[in-house]
């Protein structure tokens, strides 16, 4: 059987790759760079391992003996899911396998905006250090005393919620409604408006969709309170990126760290590449070794169900015969 994985790995990872692939499994990784490769290796494989590169309809029509598309994470919104229903592909997701590395991550923006870490970085390497202007040692802050909502409480939220409450935070949280197992003393639960004035941090964990498409808007970033911080690792397109760059430079709100941006990858003239009171980073807050790790060992699993004619774990869109 035959797999494409479409993504630029390092050395390490590739070496990981070939030391715990199943000698049944042959695994072509191809650079997300190079289409004409992308193209030719397509046409043959069964399984493709997606990472971030949109899986297009024309892509999907291109692969005749495609079974499976595996996505790398968890947010499906970058596969064209109605294209794989009609070519009878099956799409399926690992929810799990980069709860640890997003939940930290998102902790390292929340920090680095409160302790004006990109700021006091530059300040050092330059001798300013024990000389911060009045606006950067005025707008630094601390976590414990705070309240910090979730915008979504999946596997991230929950996990956070715990490192938050760790460190001396209230957590708030909305969702579609409320969650029954969730005890008071770890979050509390609240509708959206109301988590947005009642929060000193906001956090997106939340998919999107049509019904979340910019649940951010202008209306909604200036109800937060004065001084907020929002962190975003989920994706672009629940924030009108518009509305946040005027929130951020009239202050409004006191910064932003931003792991996901409406145009991937970002356009170096985004004005909130500006700003010095945002954080940014290239969508890799579940890009680690060990959620790499995680994630081949589900993949090859579905491999292995794809070949044996087996349900498929994580199954988004039913495959044709699964």
């Known amino acids: 059987m035959k797999a494409?994985?479409?993504?630029?790995?390092?050395?390490?990872?590739?070496?990981?790759?070939?030391a715990t692939a199943p000698d049944w499994l042959s695994v072509a990784i191809i650079d997300e760079d190079d289409r004409e490769t992308f193209a030719r290796e397509m046409t043959d494989t069964a399984v493709l391992l997606h990472v971030l590169e949109p899986v297009t309809a024309e892509v999907i029509?291109?692969?005749?003996?495609?079974q499976l598309i595996q996505k790398l994470g968890v947010g499906v919104n970058t596969i064209d899911l109605d294209a794989?229903?009609?070519?009878?592909?099956g799409v399926a997701n690992m929810p799990g396998t980069n709860t640890a590395a997003v939940a930290e991550h998102t902790l390292a923006l929340m920090l680095a905006v409160l302790r004006r870490v990109v700021s006091v970085d530059a300040a050092t390497r330059a001798g300013r250090g024990w000389r911060l202007s009045d606006e950067v040692v005025d707008t630094m802050g601390e976590i414990g005393g705070k309240t910090v909502g979730l915008v979504g409480f999946g596997?991230?939220?929950q996990h956070l919620a715990h490192v938050l409450r760790a460190l001396g935070a209230t957590v708030l949280y909305t969702a579609t409604a409320p969650k029954d197992h969730v005890?008071?003393?770890?979050?509390?639960?609240?509708d959206l408006p109301d988590l947005l004035a009642g929060s000193d941090i906001v956090s997106l964990h939340a998919p999107?969709?049509?019904?979340?498409?910019?649940?951010?808007d202008a209306a909604a970033i200036m109800s937060m309170k004065r001084g907020a911080v929002l962190v975003n690792t989920a994706r672009g397109g629940l924030v009108d990126e518009a509305a946040l760059v005027d929130a951020l430079r009239s202050r409004q709100l006191r910064g932003a760290g931003l792991d996901v941006f409406t145009q991937e990858p970002v356009d170096p003239a985004n004005p909130l590449l500006t700003l010095d009171n945002v954080v940014v980073a290239p969508h890799l807050a579940w890009l680690t070794p060990e959620?790499?790790?995680?994630?081949?060992?589900v993949a090859f699993e579905n491999c292995r169900r794809v070949r044996d004619r087996e349900p498929l774990l994580h199954e988004v869109v039913p495959r044709d015969g699964g």
């Open 84 to 89: 794989a229903r009609a070519h009878g592909v």
């Open 61 to 66: 029509a291109a692969a005749p003996r495609l």
């Open 183 to 190: 005890p008071a003393e770890l979050a509390e639960w609240r």
């Open 208 to 216: 999107l969709t049509t019904a979340t498409q910019q649940l951010l």
């Open 4 to 18: 494409v994985l479409q993504y630029r790995a390092t050395a390490g990872f590739r070496q990981f790759i070939s």
């Open 155 to 157: 596997a991230v939220g």
């Open 291 to 297: 959620t790499l790790h995680r994630s081949m060992g």
